[in-house]
């Protein structure tokens, strides 16, 4: 089996609620999907969907990039087109986002061809993943209503975005979503670098009475010390996310104590493999690790449910992001159900496109290259 053709387009998929878009501009998500032709008719597919930092890149430089390589792949295996590709991409968040699609696709060829789904190749032994449910609220008072609402639909753990301008309100709302699900459920909080080193510290002291599973990068990126010092300040365990991109990430977080878990998005690790070595680094030095989706359509999150059955069972995953999108471009949507997500135990990543969809939401990005 080898490459005769990749394809890509571009889509830009409106985001249901206009509200979750902080600037009006990023109303909406891009992506670029790649199709991976193999000679005997197998198709792999992916997606490259870059985030951050600094200025949102085009998904235009995605294709250039892509197309500038593309040549390469042809006529070789696709795991052997996917190292090489690897190896051309650049290093930026960019190149990582990119190396991500071309090895989703390339895990869906060879499990299609193979007959087997891509958790099996990573060596997963779970059917199914719990998901985090993600609240949206103005107040301690919704908070505590959509976390009920949460649990009567399946969810054991639930995920609050803080960052109000008052810290006693952001304890407010946890003390109101433990009052509002009882003790057994998991609450996790993020305050996606939103507090200073000193505010943090304040925070966490009065959020300790309420048995958060972790609180997530309370500080920048950047400030490694800072984050240092507020876990060794509190029994609250915190977790690394925006500081973890790649294995080396990872590393520099670990040796300065930082964290007690690291949030991983494949994205951002440059691919499966890469994400599952820093989830398999995390085990080896005693840290939990979680899979979370860079808002991706349902392409990369099939991706991220493969890889959180790749280390035995799995913890709660953010992944039910698909249902922010006004499509994820499937026919078999990535919808949780009781909390959790079915593992599709059929061949490749599992999914179904929905070409209807990607032919509403593309954009006037688009190539192929062919041998």
Known sequence: MYIVKLEWRGVRIPLRDLDLAIDPRKAGRNALIIWMHMDNGVVGFGEAAPIGPGRPPRIAEVAEIL?????SALGLHPAIAFDVLAALAPRSNVGDALRFGLETAAFDAMGKNAGRPITDLLGGVIDWVPMVALLDFMNPEEAAIQARNAVERGYECIKASLGFRDPDMDVEVIKQIRSAVGDEIAIRADADEGWTTERALYTVERLQPFGLEFLEQPVIAEDLSGLARIRNSTEVPIAADEV?????????????????VLVVKAAKAGGIRHAQAIMLYAAQNNLRSTVASSLETGIGLAAGLHLSTSLGKASAASLGTGTRLE??????PMIPVRGHITVPHV????????????????TNVMGVIAG
């Open 347 to 362: 061949p490749g990543l599992g999914i179904e496109l929905d070409y209807e969809a990607i032919d509403r939401y593309t």
């Open 244 to 260: 973890v991109g790649t294995l080396a990430d990872a590393q520099k977080v670990v040796s300065a104590g930082a964290a007690d």
């Open 327 to 332: 499509s994820d471009l499937l026919l078999n």
């Open 67 to 71: 197309h500038e390589l593309a040549p």
